[in-house]
């Protein structure tokens, strides 16, 4: 009796595992567990993914930086209230109800994590989050200042032609466009996934576990509390479709052969980790939140070190000033780096004193991008340094496109 109980136990187990996942024929066996080809998951043949506020925050990230953007080409003077509520999502201030009316900002997530800012590990604190926000909504004033019709010199905000493309530049020579749209995608987007949404304080918080094991759902909804937060951390990557934002940059990084398995791992992680839970199976789920922080942490390192090395090839012409786009990319990531988190420590692989010594020796010359000189150099040393850190070489960052 009690083999047959056991056999009958086993066999209810494994088809649980072998249908809650999804419909897709394509699912493949991995370590026991159902793992679909695509983000798909099923109960009662009804989905359980919700990404909803994700795919907002993304959506209005891509408009705030667009309206930075619009406002350049057109040779208009950018509004700081206009971007205040972008931020703050007030005023209705973006393209669609949708957006307006969806109760969702960038504001209130930015640097919100649990693990770096609630619990204060990896070095966060309630100090730097007001900082943080604080040095964003000065990026408001810059993109201001750099709109107001004069053409940027050593010194003066202004705005500089680039081929096809009109951008806007801090006095210093800061792009305030790139600061906010790679800075946001690190302190916002990043920070959610790695420090909050994938951290098992806020997977397994309160009854979350024992109420997924037993497959107890959301009041009003198909899916387990943490089901729905592990789907939040996808959102934040893949949660708008069109390849934007750290979904492009993957992709991105992945095209150099010397980091060709990144895309991958993080997509077959999620998925793989999405499975686990349904099978209750959290030793797996732990293991992938392992493989996508240390993977999702190559993309801002390789893009950083890429676009300092692309700034200083091309400080030799126009000044220097066609390279403070490519410089200002490399600023945007180079702040994303606080907000990796390195599982074997769980805090930064490059600590918040460690980055801001970068980025103020980034900005270090005279009237900051403008001393070409002082960057030429000293790019080659900044870009070791987060290389190193980040297990590459330089050599290998340089043949991403």
């Known amino acids: 009796m009690r083999l047959t109980n056991y056999f009958l136990g086993s066999l209810s187990i494994a088809l649980f595992i072998l249908t809650s996942c999804s419909d897709n024929d394509d699912a493949v066996q991995e ?16 989905t359980t993914v919700d990404f909803g506020g994700q795919t907002s925050r993304i959506l209005m990230l891509e408009e705030l930086g667009n309206y930075i953007k619009g406002h350049a080409t057109a040779g208009t003077v950018v509004d700081v209230a206009t971007l205040e509520n ?15 009316t969806s109760g969702k900002q960038l504001k209130d997530k930015t640097a919100a994590s649990k693990d770096y800012f609630v619990n204060f590990g990896g070095g966060g604190s309630s100090a ?35 081929g096809s493309s009109t951008r806007l530049f801090a006095a210093n020579g ?3 466009q790139q600061i906010l749209l790679k800075g946001l995608m690190g302190a916002c987007l990043m ?18 576990r024992v109420d997924n094991t037993n497959k107890v759902v959301v009041t009003g909804k198909n899916y387990t509390n943490m089901e729905h937060k592990w789907d939040e951390a996808y959102g934040y990557i893949y949660g708008a479709g069109g390849g934007k934002f750290w979904d492009s940059y993957i992709n991105q990084v992945n095209a150099d052969v010397d980091f060709n398995n990144v895309k991958a791992d993080i997509e077959l992680a999620f998925r793989k980790g999405r499975a686990a839970i349904v099978a209750n199976d959290y030793a797996v789920r732990d293991a992938q ?11 801002p390192a390789v893009r950083a070190v890429y676009y300092l090395k692309s700034g200083k090839a091309k400080l030799i012409t126009d000044n220097g ?3 403070f786009h490519a410089l200002s990319e490399a600023y945007g ?4 780096l606080r907000y990796t988190n390195n599982p074997s420590t769980d805090a930064p692989y490059l600590s918040k004193a460690e980055v801001n010594a970068i980025l103020a020796d980034l900005e270090a010359g005279t009237n900051g991008f403008w001393d070409v000189d002082y960057l030429n150099a000293n790019i080659d040393a900044m870009a070791n340094t987060i290389a190193t850190r980040f297990g590459f070489t330089v050599a290998q960052a340089e043949t991403v496109n």
């Open 289 to 299: 939140i392992k493989i996508i922080k240390e993977q999702l942490a190559k993309v």
């Open 321 to 323: 000033a066609k390279a």
């Open 174 to 176: 800061v792009e305030p």
């Open 128 to 162: 730097e989050q007001v900082e943080i926000r604080s040095n964003f909504e000065a990026q408001f004033l810059n993109a201001n200042d750099a709109s107001q019709g004069n053409v940027a010199v050593a010194g003066t905000a202004g705005s500089y032609v680039d």
């Open 191 to 208: 920070d959610q996934v790695l420090n909050n949404y994938l951290s098992v304080a806020v997977l397994d918080e309160a009854t979350n």
């Open 333 to 336: 990531f180079i702040m994303a």
């Open 86 to 100: 972008m931020y703050t999502n007030t005023n209705n201030p973006f393209s669609t109800s949708d957006l307006n």
């Open 31 to 46: 370590n026991s567990l159902s793992v679909p080809q695509t983000y798909t998951f099923e109960r009662n043949s009804a």
